[in-house]
C-alpha cells in the first residue's frame, strides 16, 4: 500500500467538504488506486478525481487534485474542493499549492 500525505490546504479544505469517516474512505480508497484519475494538462502531472459526497447529489461531489509519485509509492493529495464550488482548477494554482 501507498503511503498518503495530506498537505495543509488539503487538510483544511477536507474539513470544509467532508465529515471524517467520508475522508478516510476517500484516503483508503486512492492508497489503493492511485492511478484513478485523470493527468491534468500543463500540471506536471496533477491528477484529478471525482468523489462521491453522501447526501449530496449529483452537483455535490468533491473534486480532489493529488500527485502520484511512483518512485517512491506516495500519493501526495494537494486540494480538494465541492464541484458547486468550483468548476476548474488551473495548472498554475496546483503548482502553487504543492
Not at 488506486?33 to 449529483?58: E, L, N, S, Y
Not at 500519493?75 to 496546483?94: C, F, G, H, S
Request: glycine share 8%.
Amino acid at each position: 500500500m501507498r503511503t498518503v500525505i495530506e498537505t495543509p490546504t488539503f487538510q483544511k479544505q477536507a474539513a470544509a467538504v467532508w465529515r471524517a469517516a467520508d475522508r478516510e474512505a476517500f484516503i483508503d480508497w486512492i492508497a489503493e488506486h492511485p492511478d484513478a484519475g485523470d493527468v491534468i494538462p500543463g500540471a506536471d502531472g496533477a491528477r484529478k478525481v471525482r468523489w462521491d459526497r453522501p447526501g449530496m447529489g449529483k452537483r455535490g461531489g468533491a473534486r480532489v487534485i493529488y500527485f502520484h509519485l511512483v518512485g517512491d509509492e506516495v500519493v501526495l493529495l494537494v486540494m480538494v474542493y465541492a464541484k458547486a464550488e468550483r468548476t476548474n482548477v488551473k495548472p498554475k494554482d496546483i503548482l502553487t499549492r504543492s
